[in-house]
């Protein structure tokens, strides 16, 4: 429940009081790590969105997710197949109902931050301004279709997913014939490296570039693109 009062934002909040939503959370990715499939949660998601939304017979849904793992994995072992009924499994079983404050009826609206996009290449500094950051805050439906006549031909300048602040990892995986070690991304897009002997520092990653800093002894080496 902590982790939803800091996280969720207040017209979120409000929204499922006052509409008397039921709210569950589930620990996908801890399910996962138990089981030995890591980060896929896939499986163990479809088994919850399958136990609470009684489209079909939870016992049914459960023997046909598992008939489609054999399908699809009993070519890679038992182990793995065995894996995947697991994640199924779990997923049906470790779905945590939560009670919805009271307070969060008049939780304030806290609006939604948008990326600016300043610096880089001129085409994908204006198609994050004036697209993306509509897009991502869920108001593409207020852009007019004038806003899209450089993109006609449906391309889209690439490049602009660095402008974006998504949490699409929970793990970041070093290779051990490096020294340092990625600790945390702020609001900055600084990140925080431990160098050998302990030593920190912070190394800027600008938005439009696609730097990297990569330690080796305690002296940085930018590469492109590495």
Not at 63 to 83: E, H
Not at 144 to 152: G, L, R
Not at 170 to 193: A, C, F, N, P
Not at 208 to 219: A, N, S
Request: glycine share 12%; charged share 25%; proline share 2%.
């Amino acid at each position: 429940m902590e982790g939803l009062e800091k996280h969720l934002p207040g017209q979120v909040k409000a929204f499922i009081a006052n509409h008397n939503i039921k709210l569950y959370t589930i620990d996908g990715i801890k399910i996962g790590k138990e089981i030995g499939l890591g980060g896929r949660i896939n499986t163990v998601l479809q088994s919850a969105f399958f136990k609470l939304a009684n489209i079909i017979p939870e016992e049914q849904a459960i023997d046909l997710m598992k008939a489609a793992a054999k399908a699809t994995y009993g070519r890679k072992g038992d182990a793995i197949v065995q894996m995947n009924y697991d994640a199924i499994d779990a997923g049906a079983k470790q779905i945590v109902e939560i009670e919805v404050p009271e307070s969060w009826k008049s939780a304030a609206d806290e609006g939604l931050t948008t990326t600016h996009a300043e610096g880089g290449r001129a085409d994908v500094v204006s198609f994050v301004n004036e697209i993306q950051a509509k897009v991502n805050a869920q108001e593409g439906n207020s852009l007019p279709v004038s806003a899209f006549k450089d993109y006609v031909d449906g391309t889209t300048p690439s490049g602009s997913s660095a402008y974006e602040k998504r949490g699409i990892t929970v793990d970041i995986r070093w290779d051990k014939e490096q020294v340092g070690y990625l600790l945390h991304s702020d609001t900055d897009r600084q990140v925080m490296v431990s160098v050998c002997g302990g030593e920190k520092k912070k190394v800027s990653l600008s938005g439009g570039t696609d730097y990297r800093e990569v330690w080796h002894g305690g002296k940085s080496k930018a590469s492109n693109g590495d």
